[in-house]
């Protein structure tokens, strides 16, 4: 849920949109092929500055919930029932609107060596809904905001760290005694997956059926934002600026390092939103926000952070027009050669950028262009004082 203009709290205003920036450069790279080592993820075991982005988002997104839910005193009754289910409902669908129209648009253009007529092309690519994947990134982000808002408004708050302890153990034991922390189709993760939505409805990694924004690893993410849900009450519980940031810092330090030790028995792995991955990107997040309200709120720098401020003042929005507009650049296909057609996106970074800035720099800049083109959406909407809600 997104605060009122006058409610919002900057430095958290800037750590969203540094996120979501940070997810959309590195979902857009010129070319997959050309990245740099910290702009990809880590292949299993390990973590990567790529693979903060969505699990910081996650911790802003806990913080938001409590700052939201608040304004209701935590109440449980239909009016915040309703709102919590309608928002989670509509950002799931969402999510999977992304997925299908991503995969609509593959699907026809696989289609263009089939003697079809336009409308039979298009209608075969759009009604492929036994491919469409079910889970994904905004589809995560629904499940684990609509678990923790009805926690919220359901249990007392002095209960939710004992709910995230015992849930985060839970799962640490089926991971140990399901395979989880093996890259095969004999993980619990995947056989439960399968199992649930079917094999077709996943992603698959290094040719496992492995979805890293599965259904069985969302529970350590519930947790995930659930930590940042009780870093919202912390920080508005605490009135003076150096003792919220004191709080944060000490807290950043306790799970980051609880993250680190404990990755010696539990690895540090985002496609299985391990427990130790929760505590150590949890702390990381609330370092950082700690960083930040000390720099913007009371050191009063805040001149560079404008650009953020464009990207974090309508997060979702962005992300989703962030997809949108990657779908079609990737898809659209024109002329080119007279004889081949190449997509938009391909135009650019294999005509306009690779042969003068090189593979990886010009996938880069083609990375950080969608980025800034992004930018100017929001910018438009953030001038006009325009807040869209999901």
């Not at 505590?279 to 805040?302: E, M, R």
């Amino acid at each position: 849920m997104n605060q009122k203009p006058g409610d919002r709290l900057l430095s958290l205003d800037i750590l969203r949109g540094i996120t979501i920036a940070g997810m959309i450069m590195v979902n857009n790279p010129g070319s997959w092929n050309y990245i740099y080592k910290p702009l990809g993820h880590a292949l299993w075991h390990g973590l990567t500055p790529t693979d903060l982005v969505f699990p910081f988002f996650m911790f802003i997104m806990g913080i938001s919930a409590y700052i939201s839910l608040r304004k209701f005193n935590f109440g449980f009754d239909k009016a915040t029932l309703f709102k919590i289910i309608k928002r989670t409902v509509v950002i799931f669908l969402i999510g999977l609107g992304l997925g299908w129209l991503s995969l609509s648009v593959r699907a026809y253009n696989g289609l263009s060596g089939e003697e079809l007529t336009f409308f039979d092309r298009l209608i075969k690519s759009v009604s492929n809904f036994e491919n469409i994947r079910i889970p994904g990134v905004m589809q995560r982000l629904a499940l684990t905001y609509g678990i923790t808002a009805l926690v919220a408004i359901l249990v007392k708050h002095k209960y939710i760290p004992y709910i995230i302890i015992i849930t985060l153990t839970g799962y640490f034991l089926l991971l140990l005694y399901g395979n989880g922390f093996e890259l095969s189709e004999q993980n619990i993760i995947s056989v439960f997956d399968r199992a649930i939505l079917g094999a077709n409805h996943l992603y698959t990694d290094s040719g496992v059926k492995l979805d890293p924004e599965g259904l069985l690893s969302t529970i350590p993410a519930v947790c995930h934002v659930m930590i940042g849900f009780c870093c919202g009450g912390l920080i508005l519980n605490t009135k003076d600026n150096y003792e919220k940031i004191n709080r944060l810092f000490i807290l950043g330090a306790i799970l980051t390092f609880l993250g680190f030790l404990l990755s010696y028995g539990c690895p540090i792995n985002k496609k299985i939103w391990s427990p130790t991955f929760v505590l150590a990107t949890c702390g990381l997040a609330s370092t950082l926000l700690a960083l930040l309200i000390w720099i913007i709120d009371i050191k009063g720098h805040k001149k560079w952070s404008v650009f953020f401020e464009s990207f974090g003042v309508n997060p979702l929005f962005i992300y989703v027009a962030a997809g949108v507009l990657s779908i079609l650049l990737g898809g659209i296909l024109i002329p080119y050669n007279d004889a081949t057609a190449i997509s938009i996106k391909g135009f650019v970074y294999k005509i306009c950028l690779q042969p003068y800035l090189g593979d990886y720099f010009g996938s880069l800049i083609f990375a950080l262009l969608f980025v800034a083109l992004n930018w100017v959406i929001g910018n438009i909407l953030y001038k006009k004082k325009i807040y869209i809600k999901i």
